[in-house]
């Protein structure tokens, strides 16, 4: 009888820890699952991101054009007496051209097509269960830049809307904007980093259970 009973108590126990290694192995897994999910959507708006800043990268670099002309031997135009070489180029600068109200609405419309994408992508961010302080708090901050984000497009937006277009006042918003956005890609960067530490750490945790 005593034998008979240690015996159950054996299994049970063997019954017991399978189960615990499979819960521990579904729980790994899903981690791991969860870590690349979360790394390959940071992927998709980092890249959103990247096009975002660029559209008001355009936006400044369409207030800073310049006005140049050629000179390849001394010339005269109006009362400015042209020099044959001004500098090593033969370029001279004639001062900044004002800012093109077709190409300013190309690059706002780009900005205001990639704006809700990136809010989308923001708002879809799923965290894994197991995601450490840290990561939990670059969330937390990706979320409050995006929300400081929207006031400086609208003021983007009025700068550039015209009719009276100064270029001072488009290059500063756009710096402003531009950023911001940078801001945001420096935060999901380190989220994205904290995603891949956890799928390392739950894969190599996967293996060692397998070897059990």
């Known amino acids: 009888m005593i034998k008979k009973v240690i015996l159950l108590l054996a299994v049970a126990n063997l019954t ?6 499979q819960d521990q192995k579904v729980l790994e897994g899903q981690i ?15 890249n959103s991101l990247h096009h975002l800043k660029r559209a008001a990268f355009d936006i400044y670099c369409e207030t800073q054009r310049q006005d140049q002309v050629v000179a390849v031997q001394p010339d005269v135009i109006g009362p400015i007496i042209l ?3 001004p500098n090593p180029t033969g370029v001279l600068s004639m001062g900044t051209l004002p800012p093109r109200k ?5 690059f706002m419309n780009q900005v205001g097509q990639l704006l809700p994408m990136v809010d989308g992508e923001i708002n879809a961010i799923v965290m ?15 979320r409050d830049l995006a929300r400081g984000m929207n006031p400086l497009a609208v ?14 006042d ?4 756009a710096i402003l904007f531009q950023d911001q956005v940078g801001k945001i890609e420096k935060a999901v960067k380190s989220l994205a980093k904290q995603a891949k530490i956890e799928e390392k750490k739950a894969d190599k945790e996967l293996k060692q259970l397998n070897k059990k």
Not at 32 to 46: I, N, P, R, Y
Not at 129 to 142: R, S, Y
């Open 16 to 21: 017991a820890g399978t189960c615990f290694a």
């Open 32 to 46: 791991k699952s969860d870590s690349v999910a979360l790394s390959t959507h940071l992927k998709e708006l980092t």
């Open 83 to 85: 020099p044959a070489i």
């Open 102 to 106: 077709q190409w300013l609405d190309f």
């Open 128 to 142: 894994p269960q197991e995601m450490p302080d840290e990561g939990k708090k670059d969330l937390e901050q990706i």
């Open 155 to 168: 003021d983007l937006d009025k700068v550039t809307e015209g009719p009276d277009l100064k270029a001072d």
């Open 170 to 173: 488009i290059a500063r918003s």
